[in-house]
């Protein structure tokens, strides 16, 4: 008998991050898996969607966004990275920057088409790969010591390369490592993509959130990338409201226009009220987005030294607010058996790393935790990770 179900819907699972998040409200642990941040977003932020509702701002926008959100998108860009675009003809209003995501797949490949990923991915990318029908290649970024970041390997980025190549999906900074992309080696990629015609796909949402010396380059403003870089973003992070699902894509016209389609038939448009309240928040001053740094910085920080406490191995992040770490010395035969003992034993919840790469073994030793919490949730966490260091201790001891 015929299956009832698709053939692409059997090759991925549900996201293993929102299964976390039910798992910590399941055993009351504190949750550190899913990046919500679970302090109050700004309030001129949400006066400007209360304001937004009670001007009657509540029927379909423009299915593509609403005009003033696209016209402060459009001045965010030019005014921080001097880029160019055309509100009318370059801009897609998406619900999310996961839609956006979607949309754009949808909108530039076709099945049997290639697409780059690297490796660690935040989790949606392989689904949206094979719902669009592309084949993703993977490109692995390994921690090294020595540079104390995550790097890739050049011969095998240019090898993952060919004809067939659609798109590379490059996510600066990233989600589940920290790692920041350098201008070198975006002009690396930037380079390829030129050699070969594909599209860059650019998912830019903690650009904001950065730590130490870190900068955030974006690829569209790189010698010849504008025309064949299409940039995701949303106000989901940068202000906390990941449950608004306000996104955009940025891109040349033709491109934008196939995701414009793709996006009308998948949702027609994101929430009219909050488009408005959008375009408010990207009128706040410059200071807002130092002081979320600033205060990310001291998240990172406090986290860190709760984990390695703790016992865990932690790569220092440079952007998002994501830690990633190495559970070897506790004696766990895998992420997944780790993290349920931790949610359900422990009371604290944090993201397998196998559910990052494309198979268990790559991140069979790794958990991720987020810091986007407040300084009560993180003090809790602190609290009942003092147990885990004590298995912690006498693993090591066995070993």
């Known amino acids: 008998m015929r299956s009832r179900t698709s053939q692409k819907a059997s090759q991925f699972t549900e996201s293993v991050i929102r299964e976390m998040t039910r798992l910590a409200q399941k055993h009351g642990a504190v949750n550190l898996s899913q ?23 509540n029927q ?11 016209d402060a998108i459009t001045a965010d860009v030019s005014r921080r990275y001097g880029l160019s675009i055309n509100p009318e003809t370059q801009l897609a209003v998406c619900c999310g920057s996961t839609e956006a995501m979607m949309a754009t797949m949808m909108g530039i490949v076709d099945p049997g088409d290639e697409v780059i990923v690297f490796e660690p991915y935040y989790e949606n990318y392989g689904p949206d790969a094979i719902l669009s029908g592309a084949t ?10 020595p540079h104390r970041d995550w790097r890739y390997d050049s011969a095998e980025l240019a090898a993952a390369f060919s004809n067939r190549t659609r798109a590379i999906i490059i996510n600066t900074p990233n989600n589940p490592t920290g ?20 599209i860059a796909v650019t998912d830019e949402i903690y650009d904001h959130i950065l730590y130490d010396d870190a900068v955030h380059v974006p690829m569209a403003s790189l010698d010849g990338m504008a025309e064949r870089t299409v940039t995701i973003n949303s106000v989901s992070k940068t202000f906390s409201v990941t449950g608004w699902r306000v996104g955009w894509t940025i891109g040349p016209p033709d491109i934008t226009n196939a995701i414009r389609k793709v996006h009308d038939f998948l949702t027609v448009g994101a929430a009219a009220p909050l488009q408005a309240a959008a375009a408010a928040a990207l009128a706040l001053p410059s200071s807002y987005y130092t002081e979320l740094a600033a205060h990310y910085t001291i998240r990172r920080d406090r986290l860190l030294g709760i984990l390695n406490h703790a ?9 998002a607010y994501y830690i990633m770490t190495d559970i070897s010395a506790f004696g766990f035969p895998d992420d997944v058996e780790f993290a349920r003992y931790l949610a359900t034993d422990i009371g604290v919840a944090a993201v397998p790393g196998s559910s990052f790469f494309r198979t268990p073994d790559g ?11 407040k300084e009560e949730t993180l003090a809790a966490a602190e609290t009942r990770l003092q147990s885990l260091q004590v298995r912690s201790q006498k693993a090591e001891v066995r070993s």
């Open 35 to 57: 990046g919500f941040p679970d302090f109050p977003a700004p309030e001129a932020l949400k006066q400007a969607a209360c304001d937004a509702v009670n001007a009657d701002i």
């Open 60 to 70: 379909y926008a423009i299915t593509w966004g609403a005009k003033p959100l696209r």
């Open 136 to 145: 993703p290649r993977f490109v692995s970024l390994r921690w090294s010591d």
């Open 179 to 198: 790692k920041v992309f350098s201008r070198g080696e975006l002009e690396e990629i930037a380079a390829l993509c030129r050699h070969w015609g594909a």
């Open 311 to 319: 016992g865990f191995t932690c790569y220092t992040p440079r952007g």
């Open 363 to 373: 991140g069979r030793q790794k958990l991720r935790f987020c810091f986007c919490k």
